[in-house]
């Protein structure tokens, strides 16, 4: 029997539709998922006659087509009324009615005073309404909806990576999760603390005690796990009537119901955002969303949400889980961010500000145009560029980290001498000329210079890859596979073959993915020969541009390789890239050039203006959006 659950476990999660938060609801929530379903239809909600909500132990609750049934594209799965939902929205004094959104009054019982509501953010704000609402119990609107969510006090049903223990946290060290959950965890600290003080200074005074930290933990995980963005849910959010200084996706939204679909990857879905003036597809009940799949399922099948194109760094961090690679799919990548001096330094104001948004860039475990790498298509800038065409030393990189290096090195009167061959002007001229670039299908007179440029881009990129390996090897861990580990909730852990506990095993796992990641990057910088069939025109070959790699980087890569002992620590650098470039005219002539050019290389430990690292924020969870793109 356990042998069963397990395959049944693994099957889920190969094909991208493993839920860690779903699993861990108890059996007895399901009762209570009928309750809500009947409070959404009383509401003006709605599940389609050809779907049913049902509850196993490895996808939790999830829509599953009916026995006898079945849908096809165009067909609504499930819809929710602005009128059920629960959100910042509904703490304001405006009337939103014409939204959709019920009076304050009717709702919320006591609202949060308006002193409060000035003092904190519109994100903190509605967790602290989520809190109000579960402390009312049923004496809240919403209680039908909070009962079935995972409750706060069973802290391993929705314990996210920032909530972890401090042991099995310290197992993420090394990956992009372990730098961005500690940032997590020190945002929450302060804005739980900021609100708690505005609060108590309201007529709330010696209650602000009941809205604890471990119950704005909760929250948050609700908000991060299960909400949407305005932006895609309200008709016309443009008209909102905010508060000044509020943007619209300034919140997110809960959506009873809506939210039950798990995730896929692949699953093709449309949201239509329906208002009482829709024509033929006109709400009865108002503004509602309705989700709609663009597939067919057969009966028995379960039907799926897409949260958007998220890699496992952000599914692992926003959602708790991550998808093991399997051959059609895969969503293993390795986040950096390229960061400007003046992003990195510290603020002269006392008080906190956001954090810059920065480009983010990733390597992948698979070819970015390979078909299984479907996250990675979303984010390319020539995602339709033939697999088989690039360069192998460019197939794991994302394309355009690849020309923000070279960026990086060049100015734009370099680049067109450079690559004169592209043709078009301004953000066309430069798609061509990555395309160029990736594929070394192009002309050019300056052989050792691009040369020259290409090896040091090659070389920036393998000795970050390579680092950050030497990170994962320093801190890496092995499981204990003596026996099974009962999980606290009355039975082992599915015959998974280890007395590690779930938060170990998952830590493990991603490990192993980043490990993964950063190798085929390392080999795929070998630049093998081309075939015949592939000559490059004009006079050079990207294939004959050696690689540096020292004698020291290959023995120890190989010996790694060989015996799986861990490398020694590296020191604690940045990896740096100059903004400045070198300032030769077209006239210029190439042995010119490239001296120049090769002068610009002592600006790269000096002047330190770009860093690419490890992305501290991969999956910055305020605001945390979830979207079908």
């Not at 969503?331 to 480009?359: E, F, G, M």
């Not at 070279?406 to 043709?423: D, G, K, N, W």
């Not at 690689?547 to 290959?554: H, K, V």
């Amino acid at each position: 029997m356990v042998k069963v659950v397990r395959s049944q476990r693994e099957k889920a999660q190969c094909e991208g539709k493993y839920n860690l938060l779903a699993y861990h609801l108890p059996y007895f929530y399901t009762f209570k998922m009928e309750e809500l379903i009947s409070w959404s239809k009383e509401n003006g909600g709605n599940l389609s006659a050809d779907v049913e909500v049902f509850y196993d132990s490895v996808t939790g609750h999830s829509f599953r087509v009916r026995e006898g049934h079945s849908l096809i594209p165009g067909d609504a799965i499930v819809s929710c009324p602005l009128s059920i939902t629960l959100s910042y929205l509904n703490t304001l004094d405006q009337d939103l009615t014409s939204h959709g959104i019920p009076s304050p009054a009717h709702r919320t019982g006591d609202p949060l005073p308006r002193e409060f509501l000035k003092a904190v953010a519109p994100h903190v704000t509605a967790r602290f309404f989520l809190m109000q609402q579960y402390l009312l119990g049923r004496a809240s609107f919403w209680y039908p909806y909070i009962r079935t969510l995972p409750q706060p006090d069973n802290h391993s049903a929705w314990a996210l990576p920032p909530f972890w223990t401090s042991d099995d946290i310290d197992l993420l060290e090394g990956t992009n999760a372990h730098v961005s959950l500690h940032e997590i965890k020190a945002r929450l600290r302060s804005e739980h603390k900021h609100a708690s003080a505005a609060l108590e200074a309201t007529s709330f005074a010696g209650r602000s005690h009941e809205y604890s930290r471990l119950l704005y933990h909760w929250a948050y995980t609700i908000f991060t796990t299960r909400s949407f963005r305005p932006s895609r849910v309200v008709p016309d959010p443009e008209a909102l009537p905010l508060p000044d200084g509020v943007a619209v996706d300034d919140f997110h939204v809960l959506m009873p119901l809506f939210d039950v679909g798990n995730h896929s990857p692949t699953a093709e879905v449309d949201w239509h955002v329906l208002s009482e003036a829709s024509g033929a597809e006109k709400a009865s009940n108002g503004p509602a969303t309705v989700l709609a799949t663009r597939t067919p399922y057969a009966a028995g099948e379960q039907v799926f949400n897409n949260y958007g194109p998220k890699t496992n760094a952000e599914l692992l961090l926003a959602y708790g889980f991550v998808i093991p690679a399997s051959p059609a799919l895969h969503n293993d990548y390795v986040h950096l961010q390229l960061r400007t001096a003046s992003a990195a330094a510290p603020s002269s104001s006392s008080s906190p500000a956001p954090p810059k948004p920065r480009d983010d860039f990733f390597f992948s475990l698979r070819p970015v145009t390979h078909p299984s790498s479907v996250t990675a298509h979303k984010r390319l800038t020539l995602p339709s560029l033939d697999p088989d065409s690039v360069l192998p030393c460019f197939r794991h990189v994302q394309d355009t980290l690849v020309w923000e290096l070279v960026c990086m090195q060049t100015s734009p009167e370099q680049r067109e001498a450079l690559f004169p061959a592209a043709a078009g002007e301004g953000m066309d001229g430069d798609k061509e000329r990555l395309r160029a670039l990736l594929t070394g299908e192009m002309e050019t007179t300056a052989l050792a210079v691009v040369e020259a440029l290409l090896e040091r881009t090659l070389a920036i990129i393998q000795a970050k890859a390579f680092q950050e390996l030497e990170k994962l090897e320093q801190s890496d861990f092995e499981l204990d596979e003596d026996e099974d580990e009962d999980d606290g909730e009355g039975e082992a852990e599915a015959g998974e073959g280890s007395g590690a506990t779930r938060n170990q095993r998952l830590a493990y796992v991603y490990r192993t993915q980043c490990r993964n990641v950063l190798i085929n990057v390392l080999e795929s910088l070998e630049m093998p020969s081309l075939s015949s069939s592939r000559r490059r025109s004009a006079s050079w070959n990207l294939c004959n541009a050696s690689l540096p790699r020292s004698t020291a980087l290959n023995h120890r890569m190989s010996h790694r390789m060989r015996s799986g002992s861990a490398m020694s620590t590296p020191k604690p650098t940045v990896w740096s890239v100059s903004s400045r470039v070198v300032s030769a005219n077209k006239a210029e002539d190439e042995s010119a050039f490239l001296s120049r050019l090769n002068e610009s290389s002592a600006l790269l430990r000096k002047d330190c203006v770009l860093a690419l690292r490890w992305c501290p924020a991969v999956c910055r969870l305020w605001p945390v959006t979830w979207k079908p793109e």
